[in-house]
């Protein structure tokens, strides 16, 4: 079957989340069937890029939608903005995107939730994977336990988790690592979890961000999560120094010999 054609979009606004980040909501008649409660799953913006024989697409996470308003909201990360020759298509579209402009977005995929019935919840990720991050943390019961690594930019990036300490399950411990140059030291968020106490019962693990610093994630749990492994969720969302289409096929390579 054919894929449906991408959503024609306009940007409704735009607003400068934390130092990091940037929100974008987007409107346009072609939203009022985009299906709700979608919060975590992708969406994939769609640019015509000069030379490229066809349209690169990039994903960003559902953060809300509302087929009544016809709205959708992402939230961005800012990256390479003091180097703007590295950036892709998405970064320099971001950089100069202003309300009224126009917009293509195909999706929704699956949304990436985690298992509420688990026991527990062990739950990392850096900036691109924070608006699913969020997404989980505002599903969880107030007896959720567990933890949640999250890697920002910039101290003023922790205020996109967007949720206050009261809204926070008193059981789920939030470690926050701050490292300037995302992407290097990838071993920041493992050496996080190497210090935190395995809790009884069977945790959910749900893990996303820069390829390296998952890779280092996910070979410290096999070598010692308690076997049979826990149900996870373990990607990567992009790589430090290579374009997406570039970091899909290292992603395949590496991530499927699991
Ligand atoms: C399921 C899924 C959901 C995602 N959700 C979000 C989201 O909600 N918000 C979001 O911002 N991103 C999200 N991402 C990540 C986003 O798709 C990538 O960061 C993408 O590579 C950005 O495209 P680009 O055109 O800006 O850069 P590319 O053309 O892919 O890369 C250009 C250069 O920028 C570098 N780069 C790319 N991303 C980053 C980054 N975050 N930090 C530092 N350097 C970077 C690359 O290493 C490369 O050197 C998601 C990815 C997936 C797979």
Known sequence: MAKPAPRAVTVQSIEQLTTNMKRLIFTGESLSDFPENQASAYVKMVFEVPGSPKPIMRSMTVVDSSQKRKELTIDIVVHN??????????????????????????????TKLVDLDADWFFIAGDMTALPAIRANLQLMPESAKGYIVLEVPDKDDQRALEISEQQIPDGIDIHWVINSESGCNPEQIKDTLTQLEWLPGTPYIWAAGELKAVLELRNHLNQTMPKPRPARYISSYWQKGLNDEQHKLEKKRQLTEI
């Open 81 to 110: 903005k003091h180097q703007p020759e590295k950036q892709g298509p998405a970064g320099r579209w971001l950089a100069k995107a202003k309300a009224g402009d126009p917009a293509l977005i195909a999706g929704p995929g699956d």
